[in-house]
């Protein structure tokens, strides 16, 4: 039987990931207050300590959607949040195609 | 009864350019090129069949096949997408759409008012410049087991043109462009791999329209080969239903490990 994409166990670290482009509390207690907002989802001590980590792989040992792992990042890491977007170049041809 | 004018399918994701211009025009210029085909074909409406990134459906819930049926959506505005892109939405061939397939044993989801993230938008900002042509949005779920079946998609997309040639008024004209893909690894080590050999393999098979080979693949052959991110094939093969199997013509294939994305567009002549 295929694994499921993802596990139960993880599912309170899911909401709080899934939560930050939702939730501007959530988002911004991961940056100023991150204890706070693992208090508030629930997370173990052992979680704690991956997120604290920020290590990719303890993160997504601790059995987290694959997708979610890309809030985080692009929460957490502006290289990547400018990398992963519309190039300006691309836009100026986009002109007139958004609203 | 209307008509299926033509089939598209493209990648979804547009990124900075830095590194890698050359590669990242060449994909550009591709979607720009499917959507002047479009334009071309003058259709009333486009489904587009794709799928979200945890923003409408996150874990707390997935369905397999869920449709748009708002008149109006506005862009989630991830990726850099003006978060007030707004784009037409057609309730009344949703609606009719959803009683098409229900009645023949396909129950699809609803949904009034996704906000559509970069899997919908940017798909939609070439096939509906400013939002202006009516879009329907197919969503699929590639996120969560189980993910339907490639024979399952292509069976659906067999629905959608019987929907179209049989329920819709005369002379409407209808595009369908599958959006996602090629292979590319989200969230799991393989970050940044692209599997160039299968993607050109894929992309072979929808050249000679071999359908059979395309509804024999199982998801977890597709994911072990393109990725968790490759999965999005099957919103291709929805399309190619649509559109009977007809062979398609690559429109740009670029194996961008700068975007960690095979990204490729194909078109296929109704």
Request: aromatic residues 8%; negative net charge.
């Amino acid at each position: 039987m295929a694994k499921p994409i993802t596990e139960p166990r993880a599912f309170h670290i899911n909401r709080m990931l899934q939560s930050i482009p939702h939730d501007p509390t959530v988002a911004m207690g991961l940056l100023t207050d991150p204890e706070a907002t693992y208090d508030r989802f629930g997370l173990s001590e052992a979680e704690r300590a991956a997120f604290r980590s920020g290590d990719a792989g303890a993160i997504r040992a601790l059995g987290i959607h694959p997708h979610l792992m890309m809030s985080w990042t692009l929460l957490t890491n502006e290289r990547v949040r400018n990398f992963l977007a519309i190039d300006p170049v691309h836009g100026a041809r986009l002109a007139g195609k958004g609203k | 009864m209307g008509k299926i004018v033509g089939g598209f399918a493209t990648s979804h994701v547009l990124f900075s350019r830095t590194g890698h211009e050359k590669q990242a025009d060449a994909v550009f210029d591709g979607m720009e090129e499917i959507g002047r085909r479009i334009d071309a074909l003058s259709p009333d409406i486009v489904v587009i069949v794709s799928n979200d990134h945890m923003l409408n459906f996150n874990t707390q819930f997935q369905a397999p096949f869920v449709v748009g049926i708002g008149a109006r959506y506005t862009a989630f505005g991830d990726l850099g997408i003006p978060n007030d892109y707004s784009i037409a939405g057609e309730p009344d061939f949703a609606q009719g759409f959803i009683e098409h397939a229900n009645a023949r044993d396909y129950d699809l989801g609803v949904v009034r008012e996704p906000r559509p993230d970069h899997g919908m938008a940017i798909p939609s900002l070439f096939a509906s410049p400013r939002g202006a042509r009516p879009i329907v949005p197919l969503y699929t779920n590639v996120d969560m087991r189980p993910v339907p079946s490639t024979r399952r998609c292509y069976r659906l997309g067999q629905l959608l043109a019987d929907y179209v040639e049989t329920g819709r008024p005369a002379d409407e004209r209808v595009v369908v462009l599958g959006a996602g893909g090629l292979s590319h690894w989200i969230g799991v080590e393989q970050q940044g791999e692209v599997n160039e050999a299968y993607d050109r393999w894929l992309l072979e098979r929808f050249e000679v329209g071999d359908v059979e080979a395309l509804t024999s693949l199982t998801i977890e052959e597709i994911e072990a080969a393109a990725g968790n991110g490759g999965v999005e094939l099957i919103n291709w093969i929805i399309m190619l239903g649509a559109l009977g199997g007809a062979k398609a013509h690559t429109i740009y294939y670029e194996p961008m490990t700068g975007w960690w994305t095979g990204m490729a567009g194909i078109a296929v002549d109704a």
